[in-house]
């Protein structure tokens, strides 16, 4: 079995920083994509970036430019460096990965989610 935990969220105002931090852990064999999505009150989930193992960061074109994601393959985890934040940033942040258990089975994995809220 194999969790994510999210963590590093927070209140924060406007034009400030935050740093989320994913961590997988488990029978884990590999992890391909990794990724973040947030949830603002009363909107659905939207995607936000995602990384693969060894390449780098695509983003929602909401974020580009403020956002950073990067990863640790060693630690199996995933981190969104957040610059330059708004309120409409505010909501639920999840993590999302692909992984490869050691038993081969493949699966889309979610974390909890970590509130980021952003005060203008």
């Known amino acids: 079995q194999v969790q994510l935990v999210e963590s590093g969220g927070g209140l924060v105002q406007a034009g400030g920083s935050l740093r989320l931090s994913c961590a997988a852990s488990g029978s884990i064999f590999s992890i391909d994509d990794m990724g973040w999505y947030r949830q603002a009150p009363g909107k659905q989930r939207e995607w936000v970036a995602t990384t693969r193992s060894g390449g780098s960061g695509n983003y929602a074109a909401s974020v580009k430019g403020r956002f950073t994601i990067s990863r640790d393959n060693a630690k199996n985890t995933v981190y969104l460096q957040m610059n330059s934040l708004k309120p409409e940033d505010t909501g639920v942040y999840y993590c999302?990965?692909?992984?490869?258990?050691?038993?081969?089975?493949?699966?889309?994995?979610w974390g909890q989610g970590t509130q980021v809220t952003v005060s203008s």
């Open positions: 999302n990965a692909d992984v490869t258990s050691t038993s081969r089975a493949s699966f889309n994995v």
